[in-house]
């Protein structure tokens, strides 16, 4: 019985992070630009970078995921 509940709980490990990924890119499709939306229509480009730069949206997407992924299990 421990056995079983053991296999279980280790089969759980691939299929959390399936799921993690597939809410993640579910995120990256969601159509817009956050950092110009947070910034409004009239802001200047440098504006719009400045944003990018402080939330981390200019890195590639699997070191966001790796962000995303480390803040979610904390």
Do not use: C, K, Q
């Not at 959390?16 to 597939?22: A, E, I």
């Not at 159509?31 to 970078?49: I, Q």
């Not at 949206?57 to 070191?63: A, D, F, R, S």
């Amino acid at each position: 019985m421990l056995r079983f509940i053991a296999e279980r709980l280790l089969a759980m490990i691939p299929l959390l992070l399936v799921v993690s990924l597939l809410v993640f890119s579910m995120v990256l499709l969601i159509p817009g630009d956050p950092a110009y939306l947070l910034a409004g229509e009239d802001a200047s480009t440098e504006t719009v970078e400045r944003i990018r730069e402080e939330l981390g949206l200019n890195e590639p997407v699997l070191v966001r995921y790796g962000h995303w992924l480390w803040a979610l299990l904390h």
